[in-house]
């Protein structure tokens, strides 16, 4: 093991996820260390990285291969620190700062206030980060992430497949378009500190705090 080398690895479904990966790997490289960045079916083994970043889309769920791929490798993953980001066009505001002990970082231009926040509508409700995060967590527990980074994503209706454009139009409701918010993702990725994933709490903008209730 390179203490380092960090490994950005990604799904996609349309290719603009591996932009995002590319600013984050950036960021990281910053002070000297070696990224590399690669499409989760490309990573033949995680021995030679000291630390590692996996990213993903979501639509149904986060990505599939980005969720495979943790769960394949999730004891190794277990042995070093590990940072999650995820790419979305809909995301419901809470005052959740992490989810089941892992530090969450909301893009602040992406999160969207809720109708009530007593109650939620099935919409609203599925786009909380509990709901795309927990599943996440839950399917590889030997993996503890040290951060947990949400940003806007780009939708291209015409490069998604029919089940997918289905659900985005009757479930999500999102008009195609490019919503990456690119000083927030290079903000975060910074704040993983190149070289060391150490266990902090990571802050997207100074100006838009995300503040309140953890966990539930």
């Given at each position: ?36 960045v690669l499409r ?35 004891r190794a993953l ?16 809470t005052d959740h ?120």
């Open positions: 093991m390179d203490p380092g080398r960090i490994l950005v690895t990604y799904a996609t479904n349309a290719g603009t996820t591996a932009e995002v990966a590319q600013a984050v790997a950036e960021e990281l490289g910053r002070t000297g260390a070696s990224v590399e989760v079916e490309e990573v033949r083994s995680l021995e030679p990285y000291a630390a590692v970043v996996v990213g993903g889309p979501m639509i149904i769920g986060w990505h599939r291969a980005a969720a495979r791929f943790i769960r394949r490798n999730r277990g042995r070093v620190p590990v940072a999650y980001f995820f790419t979305a066009m809909s995301l419901t505001r700062t992490s989810v089941d002990g892992t530090p969450v970082c909301i893009d602040p231009s992406l999160a969207k206030a809720p109708g009530r926040a007593d109650r939620l509508s099935f919409r609203e409700s599925y786009s909380t980060v509990v709901r795309y995060l927990r599943p996440v967590l839950r399917a590889a527990p030997e993996v503890r992430p040290v951060s947990a980074g949400f940003f806007g994503g780009r939708l291209d209706l015409f490069r998604l497949k029919w089940w997918q454009r289905l659900f985005v139009l009757i479930v999500i409701q999102e008009r195609p378009g490019d919503r990456r918010n690119w000083p927030a993702i290079r903000e975060w990725a910074a704040s993983l500190r190149a070289g060391r994933l150490c266990q902090m709490e990571t802050t997207c903008d100074p100006a838009h705090p995300e503040e309140g209730r953890a966990d539930g």
